[in-house]
């Protein structure tokens, strides 16, 4: 059974900049689509990114033009960029592989002065 294990999150300034990864235990995201998504209390997890086997991605529009996902399939490792980080993007990331069931334990980002 393939494994995934979140890193990167922690507490940012507005403004500022994380990088969350995703790294499987097996060969994965070279076979399936990946995601990023978030939740916080009291609300549905949401679709923040997406990147299709072929390289395509989607992005929610409140994160558009600020953030970024990306994998390294050498690496079994699922990226998001996040850039000009909001209070608003605080919540708990969780990274997840299409189609399979499988996600990430999640990661907690704040983003506070």
């Known amino acids: 059974q393939v494994q995934l294990v979140e890193s990167g999150g922690g507490l940012v300034q507005p403004g500022g900049s994380l990088t969350l990864s995703c790294a499987a235990s097996g060969s994965i995201f070279n076979l399936y689509a990946g995601g990023w998504y978030r939740q916080t209390p009291g609300k549905q997890r949401e679709l923040v990114a997406f990147i299709s086997r072929g390289g395509s991605t989607n992005y929610a529009d409140s994160v558009k033009g600020r953030f970024t996902i990306s994998r390294d399939n050498a690496r079994n490792t699922l990226y998001l960029q996040m850039n000009s980080l909001k209070p608003e993007d605080t919540a708990v990331y969780y990274c997840?592989?299409?189609?399979?069931?499988?996600w990430g334990q999640g990661t907690q980002v704040t983003v506070s002065s």
């Open positions: 997840n592989v299409d189609r399979t069931g499988l």
